[in-house]
């Protein structure tokens, strides 16, 4: 979708705030952060799906709420779109169904599990890759208005393939609840090809493409 | 199967826009309280990820990691060769890094990684990412201006040194290999890693140097 968070290339943006090196400033984003490894989210949500969930948040949201605050409200949206919150739950901030947690992990527990949390997202399929290492792909001009990973400003625009990493489970279906394994390629576009003559023709921005993404 | 729906979820959105309270810390509060009142997670679960990810997941595993290499060619062949399989030596794979990929600088190439589309990061070799990184100005002007950008940084670069910018759109993660410092032979795995900045391995920082660093 050609949404607010497509940010790649758009012009008008200051200064990088280069001193705002902490990951967290308040506790509440810590805590958040620390909710999103509890699987906290509705069973069988799929990364997808939470990524265009932000990408559906009100626009002027999305550019003035921080980062964790969008997952928190994320984490609302998707729990009453799956029924398992209740609008009132979520305004309230409270229950009348209590029930009694899982016994608590420990620091101990809590590394030993993120380190399971490395996931595989490589799905093969029976189909052969329709493009090799070093040759060129050119992107589609339009894409649908779903969740897609095809950036506004890597459309319409021919790159180099410089590796091949089988098939991946495509983002676009995946937004949709489908696990659905396509080629993935990692693209290199001249930075000139995507910005003009005015560009560093030495420099170079790459991307990974799913096979539909090109014509 | 969850039931999500796109157009249903911006529908949510607009509702939660104009009812949840506007101060992000009750927010997220509510969602807190909510969730252990539902017996979904225990608050001391929480606490123990805050720690985890507070003291124990962060920049020096994957200044350990480049230490090594640095040290150890074979290491940082296997590290070049599949990065996710080469931190589990050290037991540092977890979020976001089954399908790790280090990029390696060299006197004439620079490598910059960004994510335009939400904001990924290798968190379990990283840590959390700094906010700069999640900045909407970062995450527009990277691909565009990647040299201007690092010169907001410090990094002057001389115009025969090509920019890479990886633009992080599927699950593949990167993480940058920087160069060693000069004058840095006969230093230790330890003093070798304590010279590496989060900034360099993200590709925002370049010349790391022994003194003062």
């Not at chain 1, 605050?69 to 949206?77: A, Q, R």
Request: hydrophobic letters at 40%; proline letters at 5%.
């Amino acid at each position: 979708m050609d949404g607010i968070h497509d940010l790649g290339g758009k012009e008008g943006y200051g200064p990088i705030p280069i001193g705002d090196n902490e990951g967290f400033h308040h506790d509440w984003e810590r805590r958040m952060w620390a909710m999103a490894r509890c699987g906290l989210l509705p069973p069988g949500t799929i990364i997808d799906q939470f990524r265009h969930g932000l990408e559906r948040m009100v626009p002027q949201d999305y550019l003035s709420l921080s980062y964790f605050d969008k997952w928190c409200v994320n984490y609302h949206m998707l729990n009453v779109c799956a029924g398992i919150f209740t609008m009132d739950e979520v305004l309230s901030g409270h229950t009348d169904q209590h029930a009694r947690p899982p016994a608590p992990a420990t620091l101990k527990q809590a590394i030993e599990t993120q380190r399971g949390l490395a996931t595989d997202f490589s799905s093969p399929v029976s189909t052969s890759p329709r493009f090799s290492i070093g040759e060129a792909v050119t992107t589609k001009r339009l894409m649908h208005s779903g969740h897609t990973r095809l950036p506004a400003y890597a459309r319409d625009a021919t790159g180099t393939v410089i590796t091949y990493h089988g098939a991946h489970f495509l983002a676009d279906k995946g937004a949709q609840g489908v696990h659905s394994g396509e080629h993935l390629y990692t693209v290199s576009f001249a930075a000139t090809q995507l910005w003009g003559p005015e560009a560093n023709a030495r420099d170079t921005v790459t991307l990974e493409l799913w096979e539909s993404y090109f014509v | 199967m969850s039931s999500f729906e796109s157009d249903k979820a911006a529908k949510i959105h607009r509702q939660l826009h104009s009812h949840l309270p506007s101060d992000p810390a009750l927010r997220v509060k509510a969602l807190e309280s909510l969730v252990v009142e539902r017996g979904l997670v225990a608050s001391e679960t929480i606490d123990a990820w805050v720690e985890a990810y507070s003291e124990h997941i962060g920049p020096m595993r994957g200044a350990q990691v480049i230490a090594r290499s640095w040290l150890d060619p074979e290491f940082k062949a296997r590290l070049l060769d599949n990065a996710a399989e080469a931190i589990k030596e050290f037991g540092f794979e977890g979020n976001a890094t089954g399908h790790l990929i280090a990029v390696e600088n060299t006197d004439d190439t620079h490598n910059m990684v960004v994510c335009t589309l939400c904001s990924c990061y290798p968190f379990s070799i990283l840590g959390m990412s700094p906010s700069w990184y999640k900045s909407s100005e970062y995450r527009a002007r990277a691909v565009r201006e990647p040299r201007k950008v690092l010169a907001e940084f410090g990094v002057e670069l001389n115009e025969n040194i090509a920019v890479r910018v990886w633009d992080s759109t599927a699950e593949i993660r990167y993480i940058v290999i920087p160069q060693r410092p000069a004058n840095s032979d006969g230093l230790s795995e330890a003093d070798l890693a304590a010279l590496i900045t989060r900034n360099s391995m993200i590709g925002t920082d370049r010349t790391l140097t022994t003194g003062g660093a």
